[in-house]
């Protein structure tokens, strides 16, 4: 079993919903997760962070923690064209790095 | 802003040479990191480092070697080179790892004929 977990997608939602982005992970010991974003051809860019139950919420982006059920979630509000990339979820799995999932490709229809 | 600089966009090497990847960040940050990324298996983490001269095994360190002579700067080192070593390189860096996520540079994509 995969230690960080992602559909690899394409999530195609149109230009105005909610996206939301799903990642599970199999160690419970993990205390931090973080969600980054990648276009196509650049680096991953840090764009949420969590470490607690329930939801942190960053303008348009809300990230979601539950570590009872080992999973953590992303939603993206009023979604925009822009948004389309791919969306990686890395998890502190007490090992001094961090585990990345492949990561979810959004497609935002304009 | 934390600018972590990687010396190559893009290279090319010949089965069999040696390769060095370089990675600079200019804001102190204790760990360095070297993933690599392919398509459908996401990243991958060969080697990362807490402290100068000091390295830890990551996921997939078979053929690669690495070295910090100083704290702003993680060498990745590809003893020989082989095809299936063609991927994008990314390396990243971070204060600490279980707070503040990491900081990537823009990648090396590395391509080995």
């Known amino acids: 079993q995969k230690e960080v977990e992602q559909n690899s997608g394409p999530l195609s939602v149109p230009e105005g919903a909610i996206a939301s982005l799903n990642c599970t992970y199999s160690d419970r010991v993990s205390q931090s997760f973080f969600w980054y974003r990648q276009y196509s051809g650049k680096s991953p860019e840090l764009i949420m962070s969590i470490y607690s139950n329930g939801d942190k919420e960053d303008g348009r982006f809300t990230a979601q923690l539950n570590k009872a059920s080992q999973y953590v979630s992303l939603l993206i509000r009023d979604s925009q064209p822009s948004d389309s990339a791919t969306y990686l979820c890395a998890v502190d799995t007490g090992r001094r790095a961090l585990t990345f999932g492949s990561g979810t490709r959004l497609q935002v229809q304009p | 802003d934390v600018k972590v600089t990687q010396s190559s966009r893009y290279l090319v090497k010949r089965t069999g040479e040696k390769v060095f990847l370089e990675c600079v960040q200019d804001m102190d940050h204790e760990n360095m990191f070297w993933y690599r990324q392919d398509p459908g298996l996401g990243l991958r983490l060969i080697y990362f480092s807490y402290d100068v001269k000091m390295k830890e095994k990551g996921d997939i360190p078979e053929g690669y070697s690495v070295s910090r002579e100083k704290k702003e700067r993680f060498s990745l080192i590809l003893e020989s080179a082989s095809t299936n070593q063609t991927s994008m390189y990314l390396c990243?860096?971070?204060?600490?790892?279980?707070?503040?996520?990491?900081?990537f540079g823009s990648g090396t994509r590395l391509t080995v004929v």
């Open positions: 990243a860096s971070s204060p600490d790892t279980t707070n503040y996520g990491y900081t």
